[in-house]
């Protein structure tokens, strides 16, 4: 059976960005190659400056390469048909203040030839997907920062892209938001989206993604599925609930014995600190 195109496939890429403050130019991303299939949810991840957004607007074709090619289901992304099926959603978007939720989405389905009943339809489906259908109707100068990032969310949906693309998506977002923004996005993998999110929030994205990138000086320095990366391979994990001191005794006992084997650590299993804040705040056990 043939393989699936990819859903963005970046080969070689190289960016330069002439600078006046150096003779030599300034490499933003130093020969990057990465594959995503459709339905994967994958991360690029990495510090400020390490070249993600550069990476994310060639995908875009809002930057041209130096170097190398970028594609989008199979279609160069300099051409302007490769963006027909993607939403995008910037670092800092920017929003008309004095427009209500709908009104901005109604703004946005009309820039993608949407009228009628569709557009209206579309509208209240998106609001309710984003969980933002009792402010329709506030204007967005009154919208929290999490709620104007899930508005931003639901603007990039609008045309229904088969990829979403999305730069720092809980940037300066509270705990809660932040888990409503990452509980959309499974609900986007549950209906099929490939998401391509950049972040440098390493829990987050741990939490979401299928396969992950790590971009370090414009280099992608290690990449692959999120288990695989994260495992440590000589070391076998135990979890034990309401565990005996003397069964814990045993097991230490039974270690101590079998050549090779040495007991790590123990103690108790440690929760994140979003967890404890949930939990504290809003009685989440998830």
């Known amino acids: 059976m043939a393989e699936a195109t990819p859903a963005v496939e970046i080969c070689n890429l190289v960016k330069d960005f002439k600078t006046s403050f150096r003779r030599q130019p300034l490499r933003a991303v130093d020969d990057v190659s990465l594959r995503i299939l459709p339905g994967e949810v994958y991360g690029l991840i990495g510090p400020n400056g390490s070249g993600k957004s550069t990476t994310m607007k060639a995908l875009l074709g809002l930057v041209a390469p130096t170097s190398g090619r970028c594609a989008i289901f199979g279609k160069d992304s300099l051409r302007v048909d490769s963006r027909h099926e993607v939403g995008f959603l910037p670092e800092n978007p920017y929003f008309y203040k004095h427009l209500s939720g709908a009104e901005t989405l109604r703004f946005y389905g009309k820039l993608c030839g949407m009228r009628g009943r569709v557009l209206a339809e579309r509208v209240s489906e998106l609001l309710a997907l984003v969980d ?57 993998r549950e209906r099929g989206i490939t998401v ?19 971009i370090f000086q414009g280099k992608l320095v290690k990449e692959g599925r999120l288990e695989d990366l994260i495992a440590i391979e000589d070391q076998t994990e135990i979890i034990l609930r309401d565990a005996s001191p003397q069964l814990v005794d045993q097991i230490t006992a039974l270690v101590a014995s079998s050549p090779g084997a040495a007991l790590v650590r123990t103690g108790k299993p440690r929760t994140t600190l979003e967890r404890l804040f949930l939990r504290a705040t809003h009685g989440d056990e998830s």
Do not use: N
């Open 132 to 188: 933002l259908e009792g402010a329709r109707d506030r204007r967005l100068g009154g919208y929290s920062k999490g709620m104007l990032q899930r508005i931003g969310l639901a603007q990039a949906m609008v045309q229904d892209p088969r990829l979403l693309i999305l730069d720092e998506p809980t940037a300066g977002v509270d705990p809660l938001g932040s888990r409503q923004i990452r509980d959309l996005i499974f609900k986007l």
């Open 196 to 214: 391509f999110l950049c972040s440098h929030l390493l829990e987050q994205v741990q939490e979401v993604c299928d396969r992950v990138g790590i």
